[in-house]
């Protein structure tokens, strides 16, 4: 079946590590997204990619980093500058870059520091 | 700045009931778009309904209605028949534009259904 698959579905990270999340997609859609959603909150864009080798940042990219290499792709690295990055993170994708269409939804990825 | 208000942060309906999550939105652009998300417990969102600004009808989904008021800037989304399945999060979004096409959600209401 087509759909978003995140990996792994829980996280850990030491003090000062970088760690990546994994997104890959087989709907062949254009457009890839991450958000990160805090207990209680609503989502929040980090990065959104409207097209391979291409992407833009969100209103929360400080502290992560992403590439889009492949079109089913689109890994979030959170670096040790995000001093606050235990969350809820989200991964997307849409047919529809200009945003017209629903964006499909990975099952996400819990984020806790050790 | 474009955003989206929900006011009621958590609601008890009785199955079987119909009941209704309140959305409101802030947007000076002509074109766009209103979705709702279902969040359950175990976190992956679920897309419900969507109505475009120039849609002249509201949309309508199964049990899922969207009560779209263009002047007010509200998409009120109507649940009928209330099903204990339907306690979950629900999240009002919008598409806008700020140099790339985006999507930005509402903070959500917490919807509790009581057998």
């Known amino acids: 079946d087509g759909g978003i698959t995140q990996s792994p579905k829980y996280l850990f990270r030491k003090e000062g590590q970088n760690v990546t999340l994994s997104c890959e997609q087989n709907?062949?859609?254009?457009?890839m997204y991450w958000y990160r959603q805090d207990p209680g909150q609503g989502l929040r864009l980090i990065y959104y990619?409207?097209?391979?080798?291409?992407?833009q940042k969100g209103d929360i990219a400080e502290g992560y980093s992403v590439s889009r290499e492949k079109k089913e792709s689109f890994p979030l690295t959170v670096t040790s500058a995000q001093k606050n990055p235990t969350a809820f993170y989200l991964c997307a994708s849409s047919i529809d870059p200009r945003g017209h269409q629903p964006q499909h939804f990975g099952d996400g990825t819990r984020l806790s520091i050790l | 700045a474009q955003k989206i208000t929900q006011t009621q942060p958590g609601m008890f309906v009785q199955e079987k009931e119909a009941v209704t999550l309140d959305c409101t939105y802030d947007t000076s652009d002509q074109s766009y778009g209103l979705f709702w998300y279902k969040q359950p417990s175990s976190g992956e969102m679920i897309f419900l309904i969507y109505q475009g600004s120039y849609d002249e009808q509201n949309a309508t989904e199964g049990r899922y209605s969207l009560n779209f008021q263009k002047a007010r800037k509200s998409a009120n989304l109507v649940i009928s028949a209330s099903q204990l399945g339907d306690s979950a999060m629900y999240f009002c979004?919008?598409?806008?534009?700020?140099?790339?096409?985006?999507?930005?959600f509402g903070a959500g209401t917490r919807l509790f259904v009581k057998a």
């Open positions: 990619s409207q097209i391979v080798n291409d992407f």
């Open positions: 979004a919008m598409r806008e534009y700020t140099g790339g096409f985006k999507t930005i």
């Open positions: 709907l062949n859609h254009d457009a």
